[in-house]
């Protein structure tokens, strides 16, 4: 095919005309798909809150509450069955050894944590992601503990009794950190029966 | 060209990864399991096809010193598109919680637009053949991508986990090295070499 010779109009016009479509295609796209894409995150979220807390029949998202901790500010988000405080979930995240590693933890009133979900990790296949339930029992050794009396840390650092993930210390740390910064900003949050 | 051929050099002969080594990032980065490596390669497929056809339609109109700039911007597009629909659609975890397809190949979605396949087709095919052509091209070489990638996924998964495509063959672990980078470089060199073999016995016929 012949080549289009180049000058400075019809350079102008061609990159106008093509960027000038282009963009008018993706706000058309982004206007179609920002429902659906802000019902998966919901959906991704309430599942979650749904896997952590103990039976609940409020609306947590509804009663959320935000506490600073040291520098961070954390979302909890409270879940009463009738009115009684059932659980209290905490999205909480630390920096790992490949990046943020966001938590979501369902703690019962008094304190003892329930269940942990992974919301996001980016740390090493094969090591690093035995923070997952479904590739390791690393996370139920948290599991009906209550940081008032289970020290959060790595067990071979001295810091706590946490069995680390072996290979995987910088991840087991990070996962440490981020359910201590939880269980402050329940006990900061100080969420009651209403 | 006939049309057939067209679509099948995608797979063996011109291969865009175990034979022209084009887009070997993505492919390295997203195969530690068949799934993800065919999500991967279905995507590229779809904004390859598009590409395709768009460039091939405008390529007349436009300006020999401005090709490349609007290839890219037309190849940027369809990349958003697709992390737009994926990030809408694709993007359920399971129901132990597992991490959705979409979180799983997070950033290499947007990096299609960096892949050198889509550009090489745009400027290698597109821009010099018809519409339909063209469409066809960027189907043969996205399969191509997506069944090489789909097997380097199946062999790492096999031998890293043991399992393909989530179902369990061997008991264990496996080997934790096929997993990771590593293991990736090892099975596409294996597989590269087989393709190789592959290729030089359809020659000699």
């Not at chain 1, 500010?73 to 990046?99: F, W």
């Not at chain 2, 996205?142 to 179902?167: D, K």
């Amino acid at each position: 095919m012949a080549k289009k010779e180049s000058n400075f109009t019809n350079m102008l016009a061609t990159l106008l005309i093509v960027t000038f479509a282009s963009s008018a295609a993706l706000g058309f796209i982004y206007e179609l798909t920002k429902k659906p894409i802000e019902d998966a995150l919901l959906y991704k979220k309430t599942l979650a809150v749904q896997i952590v807390l103990p039976e609940f029949n409020n609306d947590p998202f509804g009663e959320a509450k935000r506490v600073a901790v040291g520098k961070d500010t954390l979302n909890i988000y409270p879940g009463r069955k009738d009115s009684v405080l059932t659980g209290v979930a905490v999205e909480t995240s630390a920096p790992g050894y490949g990046g943020d590693i966001r938590l979501l933890i369902g703690f019962l009133p008094d304190g003892t944590i329930r269940e942990v979900a992974v919301l996001e990790h980016k740390e090493t296949a094969g090591l690093g992601d035995k923070i997952l339930k479904s590739k390791s029992d690393f996370p139920l050794q948290f599991e009906g503990k209550n940081p008032d009396n289970f020290k959060l840390g790595v067990r071979k650092d001295g810091a706590g009794e946490v069995d680390a993930i072996s290979a995987s210390t910088i991840t087991s740390r990070a996962y440490c950190k981020a359910v201590q910064k939880a269980y402050d900003a329940l006990k900061k949050g100080e969420i009651e029966n209403e | 060209m006939n049309n057939l051929k067209n679509f099948t050099k995608g797979f063996i002969k011109e291969n865009p990864v175990l034979v022209l080594f084009l887009g070997l990032c993505p492919t390295l980065g997203t195969s530690n399991s068949a799934i993800n490596g065919l999500s991967m390669g279905l995507a590229t497929t779809f904004v390859l096809v598009l590409s395709n056809v768009v460039i091939s339609s405008i390529s007349r109109f436009i300006p020999d010193k401005v090709r490349i700039p609007s290839y890219i911007v037309v190849i940027a597009s369809f990349v958003t598109v697709v992390d737009f629909m994926m990030k809408a659609y694709l993007n359920t975890p399971g129901k132990n919680f597992e991490p959705s397809i979409y979180d799983q190949l997070g950033i290499f979605i947007p990096l299609i637009v960096v892949n050198c396949i889509v550009l090489g087709r745009a400027e290698a095919f597109a821009s010099k053949n018809g519409v339909f052509a063209s469409l066809i091209d960027g189907l043969g070489m996205g399969l191509g991508f997506a069944f090489a990638l789909f097997m380097l996924g199946s062999v790492r998964e096999l031998l890293g986990n043991g399992s393909i495509l989530g179902f369990k063959f061997i008991k264990g672990d496996g080997m934790l090295m096929f997993v990771s980078p590593p293991g990736a470089f090892l099975a596409l060199g294996f597989l590269i070499m087989l393709m190789r073999k592959l290729n030089q016995k359809l020659a000699k016929n």
